[in-house]
């Protein structure tokens, strides 16, 4: 199986600041993703990181709320920019492998 | 897109109980897979299964990709299976995953 990290674990931010993710995967990886989890609710996809260019958001989200970067093949950040309250969820990040994706542990936002 | 459905939405069981968890799909897939989030929210994977059947200990599933339903079973359940079970699938030549709503599945001692 594939190793994923994040970091942080959990933050509580305040109302119109940011907060970058950063995520860490092994070697096995070819596809990274981004996924937002909304309390109580199922997983949904924030956009898929490319390597080396911009990344492809899905509808509902746009570059300049949530900018991605993947500079290499195993590492990849998220930022959360000008936060509200309704940003406040779990994200996690996450990787394909061996026909398998696998997620990190999530990064527990709460936004105050 | 595809849609992902998921029953029964909520389930209690006594320990020791077995127990069968659904998943329909509206479309033809190329990868099906079933995830556990612990009460810490961590996704466990359990099966990658787009067809066919596969065991692992007290868990097994099986998919029929042709009628487009996966089940996954658990036998002699214990307390910490409970959490969200989640299946999820991706279709064409994406890797994208499309998650249904989820099972929370809670066993009582």
């Known amino acids: 199986s594939a190793v994923i990290s994040q970091k942080p674990s959990r933050d509580i931010c305040q109302r119109g600041t940011s907060l970058t993710i950063q995520c860490q995967v092994d070697s096995q990886v070819t596809m990274m993703f981004w996924y937002r989890q909304q309390p109580g609710q199922s997983l949904t996809l924030i956009a898929t990181a490319n390597q080396g260019s911009e990344a492809t958001y899905e509808s509902g989200f746009v570059i300049d709320k949530f900018p991605i970067s993947r500079p290499n093949l195993t590492f990849s950040t998220l930022t959360v920019s000008n936060m509200s309250p309704e940003d406040s969820s779990i994200y996690l990040c996450?990787?394909?492998?061996?026909?398998?994706?696998?997620f990190g542990p999530g990064t527990r936002l709460t936004v105050l | 897109g595809i849609q992902v459905e998921q029953s029964p939405p909520d389930l209690i069981l006594q320990e020791g109980a077995n127990s069968t968890l659904r998943c329909n799909f509206s479309?033809?897939?190329?990868?099906l897979q079933w995830f556990h989030q612990n009460p810490w929210g961590q996704l466990i994977n359990l099966f990658y299964?787009?067809?066919g059947t596969k065991q692992n200990g007290r868990l097994s599933a099986t998919t029929v990709a042709t009628e487009r339903y996966s089940l996954l079973y658990i036998s002699s359940s214990q307390t910490t299976d409970s959490g969200v079970y989640f299946c999820a699938v991706s279709q064409g030549g994406s890797e994208k995953l499309v998650f249904g709503k989820g099972t929370k599945l809670t066993v009582n001692p």
């Open positions: 479309d033809s897939v190329n990868n």
């Open positions: 299964i787009p067809s």
């Open positions: 996450s990787g394909t492998g061996y026909n398998e994706q696998f």
